[in-house]
């Protein structure tokens, strides 16, 4: 995934009944986690791939199981400032909103979201909702 350079290429493969199986999370959601935000970390990653990497951390961090969700959230806190800097890059909305949307989730500095909102609106879609 992390070499993808289209949509398509960056699609993941084989992580059915590995990372998830039918809709549940595995215990492997947490090493994935992991990875996806070191991953995130690397500016060279293109922009196809890092959505993608950023949409299965968006699901993963409201797994049903709390303690895996948990722990996938623990991931994305260690990595906090690249989803920042993901939503504030200005790269594509569509990627900003995902960041902005697991920050929502693992950011405990409800004031620090805020002033993201208000500082990178322009960069997010048009209906932006939380619900």
Request: glycine share 4%; net charge negative.
């Amino acid at each position: 995934m992390a070499r993808a350079r289209t949509t398509e290429e960056a699609l993941p493969r084989d992580i059915e009944f590995h990372v998830v199986q039918d809709r549940w999370a595995t215990p492997t959601v947490v090493p994935v986690a992991r990875v996806l935000m070191a991953g995130l970390a690397d500016p060279r990653v293109a922009p196809a791939a890092r959505h993608q990497f950023l949409d299965l951390l968006s699901t993963f961090v409201v797994v049903d199981d709390d303690d895996l969700a948990e722990a996938c959230k623990d991931a994305a806190r260690a990595g906090i400032w690249t989803l920042y800097e993901e939503v504030l890059s200005g790269r594509a909305p569509g990627t900003a909103l995902l960041a902005y949307w697991i920050l929502y989730e693992t950011d405990p500095d409800e004031a620090r979201r805020d002033r993201l909102l208000e500082t990178a609106r322009h960069l997010l879609p048009e209906d932006l909702r939380m619900d």
